[in-house]
């Protein structure tokens, strides 16, 4: 579990997206993290992650660092 896991874990969102979500409208979103570089560590190629609240169906993105874990909220 990661930083970003723990924190969104805490507000009350789980991995996934509503049920009601189109994956196809972020896919533009997911390649582009493949480009980003980490502001921290400088490393290049972020991870696309994805969080969910159920109760609400709030959805939240985030490109995540996998080598420190910077994670910045998209
Ligand atoms: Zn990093």
Redesign the pocket.
């Known amino acids: 579990m990661t930083n970003l896991d723990r924190q969104m874990d805490q507000q009350g969102y789980v991995v996934g997206i509503p049920e009601s979500f189109d994956i196809s409208d972020h896919s533009v979103e997911a390649s582009l993290c493949d480009n980003y570089a980490?502001?921290?560590?400088?490393?290049i190629g972020?991870s696309y992650r994805q969080f969910v609240e159920h109760s609400q169906q709030t959805f939240r993105a985030f490109a995540e660092?996998?080598?420190?874990?910077?994670a910045e909220e998209l």
């Open positions: 980490c502001e921290i560590c400088g490393q972020l660092c996998p080598n420190c874990g910077w």
